[in-house]
Every structure is written in C-alpha cells, then in structure tokens.
C-alpha cells in the first residue's frame, strides 16, 4: 500500500566522505526557511541526520512522485552540486525497510548501535513539532522504532553493540598505549561527549577535562564522572595541556582551529572528531606533533567490530519483515479509514431517520419502548456494517474506497491534513 507518494533521498557514509555529508545540514539560521519551503513543496517532512547519514523522508499526496519533490526542495535550499552525485534515491517499499534496517542498528558504521533508534524517534518528534509529520510517514516512522526495540529485546544485537564513542577509545588507545598517565579533553556534554566520558573513566585516565558552552551542564557531568570541567571561552588553555582530545558537540561550525593550538614544544597531540558537521579545523592534522583522526578513519576499526554481530542479522532480518508486513496493514487501515467513517456516518444517519419515522407513524410511544427500538436498529446497521469494516481494515477487499463510494452515494470524505 505504499506508492510513489512515499520517498527518500540521502547521503550515506558507505558512499559520501563527510565533509559533502555535512552540506547538507541545514544552519540553525537557515532552518525556520527550509521548514517553510518544506510545507510548501511537500505534505510531510523527516529529517534524519546523525554523524552517519543525512536523509530526507518526503511525503507527497496525489500523482506527484515524492522524490522529485524532495529533490526540487533540497536543490532550492542547498548547493548539492557535490553532493548530487552522492544522493541514494528510495521510493515506495523501499522507503520503511530501509528505515528499519537503520533503527534496528544494521545499516550503520557500527553494526547494532544503540544511539540510532533515539535518533529516528527525535526525527519524528522534531517533524511533528514542525507541523510536517503526516499520519503517514507518522506511522512509518512508529513501525520502524517498534522494529528497533524489538531487535534488541529478541536478539543479541544489543549485547554486542558498540558505539562510534567506544570505538574511537579503542583507536585513541591503539594510537597511544595507555591513558594512565594523559590528559584527555572532552568538548561536548551531549549523548556522544557523555558517553565517551563514561568509558574514559572505566579507563582509569590520569586527569580528564570537559568543555562545553553550557558550564553548568559540563559541571553536572563532570562531578559525576571524578573530572574537572571548564567554559568554552578557555578551551585554548586547556588544550595547551591536553594529550588527547576528543569533540563531539552539535555544533554547525568549527569548534577548535588553529588559534587554540599553542606550542607544545614536541608533546604530541590527539586530536579525535566524532562530530558531523565537524567540530575541529582539518588544516590542524598537517601541524607538527598533531594527529587527527575523524569520523572516516574508523571504518576499519568498525569493520572488525561487526564479526561478532554479524551473525544476529537474519535474525532481525526477521523482524523487519514481520514489523512490514504489519506496517502494510496499518496504511490499508489508513487509507481505508475514511471511507470507513463516511459509510458508518451515512448508515447511521439512515437509521436515525428511519427510527424517528417510524416512532412518528407509531404515535405515542413510551420511553422503554424508544430505547428498544434504538437499540435494534443500532445493533442491526453495526452487524451489516461489520464484516465490510473488517476487509475494509485490513485491506482483504478488493473493493477499492473510489468503489465503495460509489456503490454507496458517499460524498468523497476530505483529506485531511
């Protein structure tokens, strides 16, 4: 039941280096204008952007195929004349079985990661928030988080999973040996700059540092992970004794450049970015003494994290299938629906004219009497209509709703917005 009205265009890391990823996220300033040329051009609107994707799920009712429009949008609002390339169309089925790979966690850089099914909730959130969640890709969407929970509740997926933050540690160690006696900085207090915090302190490292705009939430995390936290407007200081550091904040520029890097008089230095935009000038991996490893340098640390989850993958393949074919009946029922309330709607006024004509043509009429009478024909329209409804709902009719308006005199019911 899911047609071209349905569409996707993206940028995935298996295919699009970073910085033409980065492209096309919208700056905070440029967003009340994309959202507004969204709800011109489109019905409905997902945005998913995480450190590994971005991806546009448009919604179009009528003839008008999806990804054209969603094309139309993202040529408007940005200069993808890199990135076109890069786009991966989607259409129709396509759409919610690659959605729900990607909640399940095994479309990602990190086969199971745990941070991608917040990440697809929040997407839905902020596009109801915006007025451009339609009750389609509303339930898309729902059918693919129910998919992503049910793959680590019934698999083993979610025991092995790793996340992009536990890898680069990995990396950070493999690079420098040991953190029992270095200085690592932390730029970020959000879901990613947390994390790594956590893991860092089951690491036993000799001194760590967090640094973020908002003090205070740096403070609260830092007291509850034994570290010391700092304001943003002395990060140049901190990183003058920093052995490593590691920046993963929501930032839509440059949070670290070549002014914050002092002389460090031959320490080396460990720079790690796991943000998308990226937080730290590229020109700084060229300085002397300085190493930068990004977002794209830990694919092959990923890939060997995969083996030991690999092997759960058939199993939420499974899932997936079982959550589509359910998804499918839930837009039959959507589809259907208001056919379904046009038609009770009409049986039901029939039957209200038909009781008090009858009640008129009996004459005086006790009240016990009435409410039999009511009762009856409310019972026998329910009982007429019921088998209807139910093909109906599930889609088993093969009656369309054009027919069944037509063999019923109903007037069109109105799409709703």
């Known amino acids: 039941m899911i047609d071209q009205s349905i569409g996707l265009i993206g940028l995935h890391y298996k295919s699009?280096?970073?910085d033409i990823r980065e492209r096309l996220n919208p700056l905070p300033q440029q967003k009340q204008t994309f959202l507004a040329d969204a709800r011109a051009s489109l019905d409905g609107l997902v945005v998913l952007s995480t450190c590994n994707r971005?991806?546009?799920?448009?919604?179009?009712?009528?003839?008008?195929?999806?990804?054209?429009q969603l094309y139309a949008l993202l040529k408007h609002s940005f200069d993808i004349q890199v990135a076109e390339p890069f786009f991966e169309y989607k259409q129709a089925k396509e759409v919610p079985d690659h959605l729900m790979r990607v909640a399940c966690g095994i479309d990602s850089m990190v086969l199971g990661e745990s941070q991608i099914l917040g990440q697809v909730q929040r997407?839905?959130?902020d596009s109801k928030t915006s007025s451009l969640a339609t009750k389609e890709l509303s339930t898309i969407f729902q059918s693919a988080v129910k998919a992503g929970k049910r793959a680590r509740q019934e698999t083993n997926l979610g025991t092995f999973s790793v996340s992009?933050?536990?890898v680069a540690i990995e990396r950070i160690l493999l690079e420098v040996g040991s953190f029992h006696d270095l200085h690592v900085v932390v730029i970020g207090a959000g879901k990613m700059g947390r994390l790594a915090g956590k893991i860092l302190q089951k690491k036993a490292t000799a001194k760590l540092t967090f640094v973020n705009r908002n003090h205070?939430?740096?403070q609260a995390f830092a007291a509850d992970a034994c570290a010391q936290a700092v304001p943003m407007e002395e990060l140049r200081e901190v990183i003058t004794h920093a052995d490593v550091v590691i920046s993963a904040t929501d930032a839509?520029?440059?949070i670290l450049?070549?002014?914050?890097?002092?002389?460090?008089h031959q320490r080396p230095l460990l720079l790690v970015d796991l943000a998308v935009p990226r937080d730290i000038d590229s020109f700084l991996g060229e300085l002397p003494n300085v190493t930068l490893l990004g977002i794209d340098h830990l694919h092959h640390d990923i890939a060997q994290s995969r083996?030991?989850?690999?092997q759960e993958v058939p199993r939420v393949q499974k899932i997936i299938d079982q959550e589509l074919a359910l998804l499918d009946q839930r837009l039959h029922m959507l589809t259907n629906e208001p056919v379904i309330t046009a038609l009770r709607q009409k049986a039901e006024s029939i039957r209200k004219q038909e009781l008090n004509r009858m009640i008129a043509d009996l004459g005086p009429v006790d009240a016990q009497l009435k409410k039999k009478l009511d009762s009856f024909s409310n019972s026998l329209v329910n009982k007429l209509l019921h088998e209807p409804t139910l093909h109906l709902r599930h889609g088993d009719s093969e009656l369309d709703p054009p027919t069944i308006e037509h063999l019923f005199g109903l007037q069109k019911p109105a799409s709703k917005p």
């Open 252 to 254: 839509p520029h440059i």
């Open 123 to 125: 997407s839905l959130q």
């Open 307 to 310: 083996i030991a989850r690999q």
């Open 54 to 68: 971005v991806e546009f799920y448009g919604h179009v009712k009528g003839s008008t195929t999806a990804t054209n």
């Open 164 to 166: 992009i933050a536990s």
């Open 257 to 264: 450049g070549p002014e914050h890097i002092a002389s460090r």
């Open 216 to 218: 205070a939430r740096a």
């Open 16 to 18: 699009t280096p970073v």
